[in-house]
């Protein structure tokens, strides 16, 4: 950034986990350094915002916000930013909710000139409509969608992909674990050996330890991994130079989306009632492993972008015991292998921690950046 | 991009392999799409420069090219495109030779607001004097220089190690394998067995299958190790908002780096005879290798970054046979893990080949695409 640069206006929309630490890192910038100034926090019940007088200290951030008598307030935030933009300053809104409300407000954003940096897979992973007019909205204007945290957190996931399909390489097929709670649970269930731990005591401990939703189902029915997979594939749908035989998905629920629950326990509203059933299904996850185990292999709940096949699904897969998902795996790991024309047969690989605030707010921020082309 | 944005002019100096590769990806992308105008290419003996006639055509610039009378002159180049900054117009060059006299050249660019990208090592891992004059002249004018494809190719490695940093991630020690000839000479070399083929064997396959340098010393001196480390070194010093413990690097040749080279084939002049005099030290190394496989370790020859012990070092090291440097490695992949403060106890790993026309031209082009912001 040339030091003479106007800083970027930055507003952000959620202040929870994520939003909290995005601030902290985002403060922590050096001022005289910082490409960034944040003039406006939104929670769930106030706002603030000063576009002379930005917020610059982690230690009183949350009091000015908690001192603010302002109830938020979406479509005014919107205009008070809208103003603000103009050929020498660049304005960007952070959504850290996971609300599909804020989420249909991107395109009104863009449009605008408002840039929108998110790891709020909704937008991306909803309706098709409305991703469409996120990119109509965003040619439109000039102003950037920047979504790299919604896929592997602070994992150089997006941007890769991005890169490879915009200079013209053929992405083959997308394979990897996506979710970091899939992954604990795999890792520790099936390590190839024929036995091991029950299932139900696999997903009892990784709720007990906060690695699940409170509702372990919204895990297992993999539409987390959905969400992801629909992502990726749109984005390399809309940065292709040429077509590809990928489907267009309507959202993602239409992945193909093999889910882990027992069509017994589908219905089962609370988490509690169904870890005290889930037993009952042990034989049937203890069968897989041991038939996997058999060949060899362990159990692994993949997501897959098959761009020559034209097939983007998620569900159990079996991996041999040679294979990185089983060997480099650990933790709640997220492992994404890209398979490419010009890697040919062997494929670009990015591992780490995909879930967890610090690294997602990383992300977010990482996305920041890119609005100021950093070096 | 917004589509009203005017061209970003690239200029190509360097038109070998990989700088064939680049031109074709470049115009590979549609018309209608690009960023980019291409308006000048340079050979070791040919020039040619059109900013109002660019070049388009990737069946024809060779011979546009061989069609030039004019001699290559960086001074005169320097000066059509300086002529051609302003604030409406972005000009990068791009440095596909791997010259020290190019290299020197950078900041005289930066200085005129044009924008410096290559996969050349030589500037960023070479004299400190110069390091800084890239870094003072960048930040006088705004202009960037962007070195993703020096380490690792076209693996995201830099742009990864910039964002922990900027985002005030505390990097502890990067660890890798970065040589894609020493990953294929002790995949094949060092399997976890105790025997196994002779070391000479395997780099005599190497260097018929031209992984190595004509001149095999060139990649066991550990030298290109060596300057991927200085680079990274200096990526995270300069670029960190507090001081670190790394010692300020005069050179590449400040790394310790325990070279492969026999100390009494130290100054062999020819590769065949290198080669012809290798199997003398057959047995050191394969004592090397049985007393690894002994603990249960395979040898890689790896680089490290010791941010917290300020040490960067190169070396032959022990990697137990279950560590990703054992299993997961194939081929000639480079692997590089980032244990980090926010990663916690597992790392974040990226992998994949790290050397190659496509993938290096890519890295290239993928730099190009930051200038834009692109989305």
Redesign the interface.
Known sequence: ?????PKIYVAVVGVGLVGSELIE?LL???EH?TPFSLISLTSSTRTIFDAENPITSSSLWKSQLEASSEKPDLRTLTEKLASLVSTHHRVALVDNTSSDDVAALYPSWLERGISVVTPNKKAYSGDLNLYESILRA??L??A???NEATVGA???VI??L???V????KVVKIEGVFSGTMSYIFNEFSTGKSDGPAFSSVVSVAREKGYTEPHPADDLNGFDVARKLTILSRTIVSGS?TSTALPILQSFASVETASLIPPALEDIPTGDEFISRLPEFDAHFARLRADASAEGKVLRFVGVVDVLGGVVKAGLEKYST?H?FA??L??S?NIIM?HTE????????????GA?A??T??GV??DL???V???
Do not use: C, W
């Open positions: 950034m040339s030091p003479s640069s890192q922590s910038i050096p350094h965003s040619q204007t000039g950037h969608f920047l602070g994992l150089p941007s890769t991005k890169e490879l915009a200079t013209g390489d130079h040679s990185p060997t480099s650990g933790g790991d890209f010009r890697y040919g047969a062997r494929p670009l690989i990015v591992q780490g921690a967890g610090a690294v707010a990383m921020l990482g950046f890119k609005l082309t950093n070096d």
